[in-house]
């Protein structure tokens, strides 16, 4: 098949993961791929990858504007032979509305989250096409009860990571890593492994820290990924300052999964909106225990440890349970470790994927 995956943007989010993986493993498997978007942060189609990228700007509302870039599009798609176009952004699902008025070709479009913006007008500027597909059952409930989704249109696919890419550290590569980010050997490491913006709360974290006694800090080191610009980043750096936790906290920049996930004895998201972290599945396949909000996502995960939103002191003590005996969860890890091979791979997924272009087409 000749495939064209589409979004608004590809960032250095969960969804860009999403679709840079499955289009790498869409080519793998034999298909060819073409990502179309108006950024592209990850850099999809550069270097030694076989998947196609074209940057088109489909952020404008203004009709005008959309009939010019359908028209663009409709180039793309007859030039590439394209069999189905798969949306990942409501955005470009609108474009594709607009499109399907002059021409026609299949579409399916994937919600990466819950609890988007369900009022009427959002309703009416949702279109998922032949077919719409939920990343966790949240997610697919969230198409069907509130955006009003025939639900004979919607599936259910989980995302998958690339387990090829989660080796497990050497002693070398984690006291290098160690050193870089300024971790003691008597520090236990909790990874918060996302972007940094309000819907990740990291907040609760700083807040649950600030909790515990001066001898629980100190044994406590938070690595936070993701990058150190924008106002909730300053407003964060600030608060962790005015409270002096300096010391507790290291922000790395955008970092590789398998680095901080690797030297982490935990991964702790504390999300007020998920719809399948990625990061929980990684952090299964390196068998790191995870401490998490009741989100998108937390029952089809199943082997997560729930913290409470706004709840800094059971945050507090779920931590503290892990610094005090992180054996304890090595059975847990295994389990989440075997269910994450069966269930959450990138080669599984892709293939329910083709499965649902097959059935569209």
């Not at 021409?103 to 913006?117: E, G, K, Q």
């Not at 409930?141 to 009003?148: C, M, T």
């Not at 004979?152 to 002693?171: A, R």
Request: with cysteine; hydrophobic share 40%.
């Amino acid at each position: 098949m000749n495939i064209l995956l589409f979004s608004r943007i590809v960032a250095k989010s969960g969804v860009g993961n999403h679709m840079k993986q499955l289009s790498e493993e869409l080519v793998r498997q034999g298909h060819y791929v073409i990502v179309v978007s108006s950024t592209n942060d990850l850099q999809i189609g550069r270097g030694t990858s076989q998947v196609d990228f074209v940057e088109l700007d489909v952020t404008s509302l203004n009709p005008i504007v959309i009939l010019k870039q359908v028209r663009e599009l409709h180039k793309i798609i007859l030039d590439r032979k394209i069999d189905i176009v798969h949306c990942h952004h409501r955005m470009a699902a609108l474009y594709m509305k607009v499109y399907r008025i002059f021409y026609r070709i299949p579409m399916v479009y994937t919600l990466h989250l819950a609890n988007v913006p369900a009022d009427v007008l959002h309703r009416s500027m949702t279109f998922v096409g032949d077919k719409a597909i939920g990343v966790s059952t949240e997610v697919s409930n969230f198409l069907v009860e509130k955006l009003r989704v025939n639900k004979s249109k919607v599936v259910t696919i989980f995302n998958g990571v690339d387990e090829k890419q989660l080796l497990p550290l050497s002693v070398e590569e984690k006291e290098s890593l160690r050193e870089r980010w300024n971790v003691k050997p008597s520090n236990i490491v909790f990874a918060m492994h996302s972007r940094i913006d309000e819907v990740k709360n990291h907040a609760l974290v700083v807040e649950a820290v600030r909790m515990m006694s001066k001898e629980e800090r100190e044994k406590v080191k938070i690595i936070c990924s993701g990058s150190q610009t924008g106002s909730y980043y300053e407003k964060i750096a600030k608060i962790i300052d005015e409270y002096g936790l300096n010391e507790s906290f290291v922000f790395t920049g955008w970092a590789n999964t398998r680095d901080i996930l690797g030297i982490s004895d935990a991964l702790i998201l504390t999300s007020t909106n998920e719809g399948f972290p990625l990061s929980v599945v990684e952090a299964f396949l390196l068998k790191v225990p995870v401490l998490r909000t009741r989100t998108g996502g937390f029952d089809d995960q199943r082997y997560c440890f729930e913290l409470m939103l706004n709840n800094p002191q059971q945050v507090k003590e779920e931590m503290l349970k892990i610094v005090k005996d992180k054996a304890d969860y090595r059975e847990h890890v295994e389990k989440a470790y075997e269910y994450a091979w069966n269930n959450f791979t990138v080669e599984k997924m892709t293939g329910k994927t083709v499965t649902i272009y097959q059935e569209v087409i």
